[in-house]
């Protein structure tokens, strides 16, 4: 004879009981204090304020995790600016090795040659050879009255 094994059947689920207290005590607990969002405590600007001075505002960002609107709004709030970003700091030691201060005469000269013959500036840029931008730098640093021919049409 064969002995049948009867296996017990599963219960149903029990229905779920959504109470005001089970939903009370899954919920988050409030906060002692109502803040808006988006507000920094007093101790975050104060850091904020301490970083702007000599960190740019994407740095202050990444370091406190605070957003870029909020920070602005922080800044204008407070009266403070953050460090401006400068793309390139190595840049003025680069442009300042690479001038030539005995070229640089020689082209002042040839400007000043050029301005008294009556040519334009871009035609005595072109007749020294040098480009436009060496010659508005040469203009300004050496201070050459140079003023431009421009044709007035009615």
């Not at 994407?58 to 709004?73: A, E, F, P």
């Not at 407070?78 to 005469?105: M, N, Q, T």
């Not at 040519?119 to 050879?129: N, P, W």
Request: hydrophobic share 35%.
């Amino acid at each position: 004879m064969a002995v049948v094994e009867l296996i017990p059947t599963a219960r149903p689920p029990e229905p779920h009981r959504r109470t005001k207290e089970a939903i009370r005590a899954a919920a988050p607990p409030e906060s002692p204090q109502n803040l808006p969002r988006g507000h920094v405590s007093d101790e975050v600007v104060a850091q904020i304020r301490h970083m702007a001075q000599t960190t740019t505002i994407t740095d202050v960002g990444r370091n406190t995790g605070v957003s870029h609107h909020t920070l602005r709004k922080i800044a204008s709030e407070h009266r403070f600016e953050y460090k401006p970003f400068d793309p390139s700091p190595g840049l003025a030691c680069v442009k300042a090795a690479r001038i030539d201060p005995v070229a640089d005469a020689l082209n002042v000269l040839r400007i000043k040659e050029a301005r008294d013959r009556g040519l334009s500036r871009k035609a005595a840029k072109d007749v020294i050879g040098i480009s436009s931008t060496l010659m508005e730098r040469l203009l300004k640093d050496f201070a050459i009255d140079y003023p431009l021919h421009r044709i007035h049409r009615k």
